[in-house]
């Protein structure tokens, strides 16, 4: 079969992305792989082909962390005439029921679910009756502890791969130290050094600004200056703190500049809305936390800001990488203040809480569940006793219980969360807060050293902290063009 034909006939692509090409063959031939590709780059388009060439009974399954972009990725796949679907917790129990039943009788060839899927013991009944011809691993950094992005729950998708007879696996992800490449290569028993597919990730139109600056009167100012040059061209500001955002935005109404926000203080259909807005170019501005934008396709961002400093370089790179898919000069201005740093060294300090906390959070939980379970985290917070609002710690202690299995979410109580049973010394050795604590430190100073060091082309930086080696510098960031 000539892949190219295949290409332009079904997706109306000219020309294969490298390494999308070398991907399909190795895949289809069944290598399993590791393959990093620059955000933008059509990581997807590598499984929709493979689903495009699908046999009877064959199924393409993804693994995806991103529960709300499911819907979009499957609308997608359908346009290019694939028969794809998704199952998530966004769906009724009676769709999540009716899709499955249709997978069992050999409907779809591509489905997209979240890691946690697999604990359903009816998505086992129905996926039984297909042959998994690619598990797909969407994002897999965040299989690594030391990833910007760690999610627990992809610990286990090894374990659900080899229950599935061991299919062909392909694991993806844009934005993976070493380090975390190691990690995912462990963790999928891989061969670093036969089965790494490194599609570079050189992004030479991105221009990276970079501004000292003190205080938030200052940064309002730039970035008005920024927004006035930018005139309604598509753009993102990042912030670490909903307050910040929420300030800036009030900065904005009252210089009547258009924008929507994105935040987890928002209603979960108020940040879709805000969301579609951005996306579908209604409204050009959007503000966000972190959390929004990993795994969006709008290829014409045309600027990304940092309001606030992120946490590490390869989080950083993500964000800003989502600036420029077109491949025009896109731009990243990062509004740096010194004072910014205690954010995300507090951030940590709580991300990351003692074992102490966590085993005195379990307790409450369980030796007061009945006060716990009517008034929740407002009662767990008071008997810690936090004096800062803010201070998410028994937040973070709950989600870490959670994804030791130690507790389950339910929606029968306002606490919502029901108890599993104790956390064992076991749970404490494999997840170590401090441990982890330190390395995200570590990631940290590094975006320190790099903001700070203006001596040096900053994507040549930003390469060789991923280990790639480049000589040429970029000639378009601040240190190249002498601003
Ligand atoms: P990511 O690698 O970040 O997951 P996506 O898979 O979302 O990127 O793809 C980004 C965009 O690139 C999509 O709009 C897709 O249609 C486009 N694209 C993918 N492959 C090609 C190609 N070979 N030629 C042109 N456009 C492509
Ligand atoms: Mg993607």
Redesign the pocket.
């Known amino acids: 079969m000539n892949l190219n034909t295949w290409?332009s006939e079904k997706f109306k692509?000219?020309?294969?992305?490298f390494p999308?090409k070398e991907i399909i063959e190795l895949v289809l031939a069944g290598k399993s792989l590791l393959a990093l590709?620059?955000?933008?780059?059509?990581?997807?388009?590598t499984y929709q082909f493979a689903a495009s060439l699908a046999a009877d009974k064959e199924l393409i399954l993804v693994v995806s962390p991103l529960i709300a972009l499911m819907q979009d990725q499957t609308n997608r796949a359908r346009e290019y005439g694939i028969d794809a679907t998704f199952i998530n917790s966004s769906l009724s129990g009676e769709q999540k029921l009716q899709r499955m039943q249709q997978i069992a009788v050999g409907q779809y060839k591509l489905i997209f679910v979240a890691p946690e899927r697999f604990q359903k013991p009816e998505f086992w009944n129905c996926l039984e009756k297909r042959k998994i011809k690619l598990f797909v691993v969407d994002e897999a950094h965040c299989i690594s502890l030391w990833g910007h992005d760690f999610r627990p729950d992809y610990f286990k998708l090894q374990n659900y791969r080899e229950r599935l007879g061991n299919p062909t696996l392909l694991a993806l992800t844009?934005t993976a130290t070493p380090d975390v490449q190691g990690d995912i290569a462990k963790q999928f028993k891989l061969d670093l050094k036969n089965d790494l597919i490194l599609g570079g990730l050189e992004r030479p139109n991105l221009a990276l600004n970079f501004f000292d600056i003190y205080g938030d009167e200052d940064k309002n100012e730039k970035l008005l200056e920024i927004l006035e040059d930018k005139k309604s061209q598509s753009g993102i500001i990042y912030f670490s703190l909903i307050q910040t955002l929420e300030n800036f935005s009030r900065f904005l109404q009252s210089k009547k500049i258009d924008h929507v926000r994105y935040h987890g203080d928002l209603k979960p259909d108020q940040r879709k809305r805000n969301q579609n807005d951005f996306l579908k170019g209604k409204c050009p501005l959007i503000l966000a936390t972190p959390a929004f934008g990993l795994?969006i396709?709008k290829?014409d961002i045309r600027f990304v800001s940092h309001y606030e400093i992120p946490s590490s370089i390869e989080a950083y790179f993500q964000e800003v990488g989502r600036a420029g898919?077109d491949g025009q000069t896109a731009f990243g201005y990062f509004l740096y203040d010194q004072e910014d740093l205690s954010i995300q060294m507090q951030f940590l300090t709580w991300a990351y809480p003692e074992s102490a906390f966590i085993e005195k959070v379990y307790d409450l939980i369980k030796t007061r569940y009945d006060i716990v379970s009517v008034q929740g985290f407002e009662y767990l917070r008071e008997q810690m006793v936090f004096k800062n609002r803010k201070d998410f710690r028994v937040n973070a202690a709950v989600s870490i219980l959670t994804r030791w299995g130690c507790l389950e979410e339910e929606d029968q109580t306002p606490f919502g969360y029901k108890i599993l049973r104790d956390p064992t010394q076991e749970d404490f050795k494999l997840e170590d807060q401090n441990v982890l604590k330190k390395e995200h430190q570590k990631k940290l100073l590094a975006l320190m050293q790099f903001v700070k060091n203006d001596k040096e082309c900053r994507l040549i930086q930003v390469y060789r902290y991923f280990n790639h080696h480049v000589d040429k510098v970029c000639g378009i960031c601040d240190v190249c063009t002498g601003n």
């Open positions: 290409l692509f000219d020309n294969f992305r999308q590709m620059p955000t933008g780059a059509g990581k997807s388009l844009a795994g396709d290829p898919r």
